[in-house]
């Protein structure tokens, strides 16, 4: 079993920046892939970024040259840094741990772990 503790998050302006990161802990060693999904109200969970235990990483079209995820293997902790930030990020942003990156994307029990969640919302 793996635990994901999320903070960082809150409020801030357009144009504004925010991070957020998640420590791992429990059965780390099921983990080579971590990422940050998000859900605002009446849509569907997104994938916004993910990383790799080797650092490749994958963005959603419209966070490109925006946010930058990373992470720290020692630390068990991926960050994901949000610059330029505009009201159509805000969300609940939800760290998520998972095997590989295609077991990232499943999101049926038994594929990965989730956090508890973190609000971000940018005003205009």
């Known amino acids: 079993q793996v635990q994901l503790v999320e903070s960082g998050g809150g409020l801030v302006q357009a144009g504004g920046s925010l991070s957020v990161s998640c420590a791992a802990s429990?059965?780390?060693?099921?983990?080579?892939?971590m990422g940050w999904y998000r859900q605002a109200p009446g849509k569907q969970r997104e994938l916004v970024a993910a990383?790799?235990?080797?650092?490749?990483?994958n963005y959603a079209d419209s966070v490109k040259g925006r946010f930058t995820i990373s992470r720290d293997n020692a630390k068990k902790t991926v960050y994901l840094q949000m610059d330029s930030l505009e009201p159509d990020d805000t969300a609940v942003y939800y760290c998520?741990?998972?095997?590989?990156?295609?077991?990232?994307?499943?999101?049926?029990?038994?594929?990965?772990?989730w956090g508890q969640g973190t609000q971000v919302t940018v005003s205009s």
């Open positions: 429990g059965s780390i060693f099921s983990i080579n892939t």
């Open positions: 998520r741990a998972a095997a590989n990156m295609l077991s990232l994307k499943i999101l049926r029990p038994g594929f990965g772990s």
């Open positions: 990383i790799t235990s080797g650092g490749s990483t």
